[in-house]
């Protein structure tokens, strides 16, 4: 046995040159042919191609076939088997309704046995921690009052522990209170005016104390008085008339147009509008303007 000779580096490219040349002239050759030659050697060379491609249609064809079925086979399985799950959890349903069933037309009939012997089921009725605080005395043929009042502080007293207004002490503030020491404080005086409205109700008389050097001030508004509505919020005067006076406050009604603001009460709008504003906090000027406060 003869021995393998191994082929070096240079060798192996030189062969690798030869063969790719090889093809390369073969290919010439055909191209060459195929020119020279007639179209029936042509049809006659591409006969052999065309009975593969024939073979492998077939095989394609017989594929599809054969992927139909077993498709249509899994569809009828998965099919198959939803239906059996829908008819076993049918099935269970109907059995546990059933024998919920069973068991209500059973408590039911013991329940009605127990009213037919005269026994009343407390099985249901839940049960009431009743402490001492709430037991009254069946003896006593009269509630006292002493008694009602124990009774009532101490479900007050229960009342106020389950449930504590203090989220709600802020919100229960006299507002108007809060903002008159406010403006006091701004202003740094005290403004000491009692405000009185006559039995008929057209005339408003001030009388008391205001400013730093304690000027006494005695004056008297009517109806249709012409009056300066000063803003605190807006910093404008604002030209009106006094339109109603009543016991809880004045009502001034005025042709301008009221800026609505954010610390303001109520709504201003265009045209003979009413002005609330509290009473205690009318004052009056040298030069009979009244000073409305918007709170």
């Known amino acids: 046995m003869t021995k393998r000779r191994e ?4 060798e192996l490219l030189e062969l690798e ?15 060459e042919e195929l020119k020279a030659g007639t179209l029936e050697d042509f049809v006659r060379r591409c006969q052999p191609f065309e009975a593969d491609r024939e073979r492998e249609l077939q095989v394609a064809q017989h594929q599809y076939h054969f992927s ?5 086979s899994l569809f009828e399985f998965d099919v198959q088997q939803a239906n059996d799950v829908l008819r076993s959890d049918e099935q269970q349903l109907k059995l546990e309704l059933l024998e919920r069933t069973q068991q209500r037309r059973r408590r039911i009939g013991q329940r009605r046995q127990m009213l ?23 003896r006593l043929t009269k509630l006292e009052p002493e008694l009602l009042e124990k009774q009532l502080r101490r479900a007050r ?4 522990t389950r449930f504590n207004f203090r989220h709600l002490s802020r919100v229960q503030r006299n507002r108007e209170r809060d903002e008159g020491v406010k403006m006091g404080q701004e202003e740094e005086a005290e403004q000491e005016v009692d405000v009185i409205v006559d039995e008929v109700g057209e005339k408003l008389m001030c009388r008391g104390r205001v400013g730093e050097n304690g000027a006494v001030m005695d004056e008297a508004f009517c109806v249709g008085d012409p009056v300066v509505l000063l803003s605190k919020l807006t ?5 009106g008339f006094v339109s109603a006076l009543s016991e809880g406050g004045s009502q001034v009604g005025a042709g301008v147009w009221i800026a609505r603001s954010r610390d303001a009460l109520h709504d201003y709008v265009v045209g003979n509008v009413l002005f609330e504003s509290n009473r205690r906090q009318l004052t009056r000027n040298r030069k009979r303007c009244l000073a409305l406060r918007l709170i």
Do not use: C
Not at 18 to 28: A, G, L, N, P, T
């Open 157 to 160: 007293q229960r009342m106020r």
């Open 17 to 31: 040159r030869q063969i790719y040349q090889e093809s390369i002239d073969r290919v010439r050759k055909q191209q």
């Open 68 to 72: 139909l079925q077993d498709a249509s």
């Open 235 to 239: 910093e404008e005067d604002f030209q």
């Open 116 to 138: 037919q012997d005269g026994i009343v089921d407390t099985s249901n009725v839940k049960a009431v921690n009743v402490t001492h605080s709430d037991r009254v005395d069946t």
């Open 7 to 10: 082929l070096n580096v240079r």
